[in-house]
C-alpha cells in the first residue's frame, strides 16, 4: 500500500471508530465505581507489602550498625541474634503478639482474639496477611533494638528467651494500646488521642528502655572502664559496616513511615520528605554538635545522629511540616550525642548508642508530634503524647528489667568473664568470623 | 654480610624500596608492625570518648647486604624515609654469620 493510501485509511478508521464510542454510553468514575475501588484495594496491597519489604531490610541494617560498633570476637553473635530475633520473633508474633496487639478488646488494655492468624480463613479476605506481615516487621524492629545494648556479653540461649517475650507480650499488649484499632482492637491510649503515626514511642522507645533494662541488668563491658572508673573506649572493629547499616536503616524508613498509611495514597509523599529532612538534619547537627565537642567531626555520632533524626519524625511525620521536620531532627541530633555521653558516664554501657538512638529520640519525637502539629499546638495534647511517653516507659522498662532480673538469677543473662575476654564468636557458636584476618583481641581485654 | 633493619613510617616504603633496588638491592624483606618510640602513640576519639593508641602501625624492612655497601644503604633509608617529623623510626644494623640460598645452597655473598 502507497503512504497517502495508508494514511486515508487509517483516518477513515478513526472516524469510524469515534463514530462507534459516542454511539456507546460512557463510562464514569460512579458506572466504575467498584473496578476503581479494586485497583485502589490492589494498590493499597502492593504499597503496604513493598513497605514491609523496605522494614524488613532494616534487619539488615541493625545487624550492620551492631557488629561495626563491636569487636569482631563478637560478629557471628551478633549476626546470630540478629537472625534469630527476626525469626523467633515471627513465630511469636504470629501465635500469641498480634492476638494481643489488634484482636477484639473490651477493655483497650489487652486484645483476646486472633491468634495463631485465625483471622484468616481460606478464600476469606486476605488483607489480614498483608497487614500482619506489615505488623510482624515492625514488632521485630523493637526486639532487635536491645541486641544493640546488650552486645557483646549476653548469654544466647537467655537473648533468645527476651526476645520471646518481647514479640510475644511486651512489645504487641503497649502497640495495642496505641493502635489496636487499626484492625480490630481498640488501644486506652489511642482513644485520648495519642499521637504515633509510625511508632516513636510504640516501636523505637519500646525497645530503647527494654535495652536500658537490658544494659542495666547485665552491667557495662569488662574493660569499658578503668579501676578509677574512667571510660576506655572499646572500639568497634568496621566502621563501614556500621555506616552501611545506617545507610540501609534510612532506606528502610522509607517503608516505616510512609508504609505506615497501609494505603497507597498522595500522603506518603510529605511523609518521605519528612522522613528524609528530619535524618539529614539530625546527621548534619550530631555531626557539628560532635566536631565543637571533640574537635573533630566523629563518625560514630554522625551515624547516630542521622538514626535519631529519624527515630524522632517517627511519630510525627505524617502531622508536621518539612520545615518543623528539620527542627525535630535537628533537636535529636544535639539530644543523640549528649545521650551518649550521658550514660557512659553514669556507667550504662551501651555498645551502640541504642538507648540515646531509640528510647531518648523515641520520646522526644512522640513529644514533638504535639508542640510542631500542623493544627497547631494545644496544651491537651501534649499532656496525651506526656502520658504516653510515660505509660511506655514504665510498662517496657519495669516488665524488662523484671524479666532480665528473672532470666540472671536463673540461667545467667551473662557469660562468663572467661568467655567474654575469648568472645562470644568461640565461646558460645564455636566459630571464627574472619578466620583469616589477625583480629587484634589482645589489644584489649 | 650485615643486616638492616629499619622501621619506617608505612607510607615511605616505595620511596625506600626504589632507593634500595636503585643501589644494587636485589631482595628485601617487609612486613606490617606496630610500636612505639620517644613519640609515645597518639591520641584519637571513638564516640566522644578520647584515647591513647600505644602502638602505632610501621613498616619494618630487612635486608642483608655485604659490608661494603652497608653505609650507602643506610644513607639511602635515612634520607628517603626521613620526614623531619616524629616518628620517623629506626635503623639497626645486626652482623649476619651465614646466608644459604634454599634453591641452590649456594652460600655467603653468593646467596643474598
Known sequence: ?445 | MKKLEAIIKPFKLDEVKDALTAIGIKGITVSEVKGFGRQRGHKEIYRGAEYQVDFVPKVKIEVVIDESIMNDAIDVIKKTAQTGQIGDGKIFVLPVEEAVRIRTGEKGNDAI
Not at chain 1, 56 to 66: L, P, R, Y
Not at chain 1, 213 to 235: F, H, Q, S, T
Not at chain 1, 363 to 383: E, P
Request: with cysteine; hydrophobic share 50%; net charge neutral.
Open chain 1, 1 to 445: 500500500m502507497k503512504p497517502k493510501a495508508f494514511i486515508y485509511v487509517f483516518i477513515l478508521a478513526l472516524i469510524g471508530i469515534g463514530k462507534a464510542w459516542a454511539g456507546d454510553e460512557g463510562p464514569t468514575p460512579l458506572t466504575n465505581k467498584e473496578a476503581i475501588d479494586l485497583v485502589q484495594t490492589h494498590a493499597d496491597y502492593v504499597w503496604t507489602l513493598i513497605a514491609a519489604a523496605l522494614v524488613f531490610f532494616m534487619q539488615a541494617g541493625f545487624a550492620m550498625v551492631e557488629t561495626g560498633m563491636t569487636r569482631a570476637k563478637n560478629a557471628i553473635n551478633i549476626m546470630m541474634k540478629n537472625l534469630m530475633d527476626f525469626s523467633l520473633g515471627s513465630l511469636a508474633y504470629w501465635a500469641i503478639g498480634f492476638g494481643l496487639m489488634f484482636g477484639v478488646s473490651a477493655t483497650g488494655w489487652i486484645g483476646t482474639s486472633g491468634f495463631f492468624l485465625s483471622d484468616y480463613t481460606s478464600g476469606g479476605d486476605p488483607w489480614v496477611l498483608a497487614f500482619w506481615m506489615f505488623q510482624v516487621v515492625f514488632a521485630a524492629t523493637a526486639a532487635t533494638i536491645v541486641s544493640g545494648a546488650m552486645a557483646e556479653r549476653t548469654k544466647f540461649s537467655s537473648y533468645m528467651i527476651y526476645s520471646v517475650a518481647i514479640s510475644a507480650i511486651i512489645y504487641p499488649i503497649f502497640g495495642g494500646w496505641a493502635w489496636g484499632s487499626l484492625f480490630n482492637g481498640s488501644g486506652w491510649l489511642e482513644k485520648l488521642g495519642f499521637i504515633d503515626f509510625a511508632g516513636s514511642t510504640v516501636v523505637h522507645s519500646v525497645g530503647g528502655w527494654a535495652a536500658l533494662a537490658g544494659a542495666i541488668v547485665l552491667g557495662p563491658r569488662l574493660g569499658k572502664y578503668d579501676k578509677n572508673g574512667n571510660i576506655k573506649p572499646i572500639l568497634g572493629h568496621n566502621m563501614p559496616l556500621a555506616a552501611l547499616g545506617v545507610f540501609i536503616l534510612w532506606l528502610g524508613w522509607f517503608g516505616f513511615n510512609p508504609g505506615s498509611t497501609t494505603a497507597a495514597n498522595k500522603d506518603i509523599a510529605m511523609i518521605f520528605v519528612n522522613t528524609n529532612l528530619s535524618a539529614a538534619a539530625g546527621c548534619t547537627v550530631a555531626m557539628f554538635t560532635s566536631w565543637i565537642k571533640f574537635g573533630k567531626p566523629e563518625v560514630g555520632m554522625s551515624l547516630n545522629g542521622a538514626l535519631a533524626g529519624l527515630v524522632a519524625i517517627t511519630s510525627p511525620c505524617a502531622t508536621v511540616t518539612p520545615t518543623s521536620s528539620i527542627i525535630i531532627g535537628a533537636v535529636a541530633g544535639v539530644l543523640v550525642v549528649f545521650s551518649v555521653l550521658f550514660f557512659d558516664k553514669i556507667k550504662i554501657d551501651d555498645p551502640v548508642g541504642a538507648i540515646s538512638v531509640h528510647g531518648v529520640n523515641g520520646a522526644w519525637g512522640t513529644l514533638a508530634a504535639a508542640l510542631f502539629h500542623i493544627d497547631g499546638f494545644s496544651l491537651k495534647v501534649v499532656g496525651v503524647q506526656l502520658l504516653g511517653i510515660g505509660s511506655c516507659f514504665i510498662w517496657t522498662f519495669v516488665l524488662a528489667f523484671i524479666l532480665f532480673k528473672i532470666i540472671s538469677k536463673t540461667i545467667g543473662l551473662r557469660v562468663s568473664p572467661q568467655e567474654e575476654a575469648e568472645g562470644l564468636d568461640f565461646a558460645e557458636h564455636g566459630g571464627n568470623a574472619y578466620p583469616d584476618f589477625e583480629t587484634s583481641s589482645y589489644t584489649q581485654q
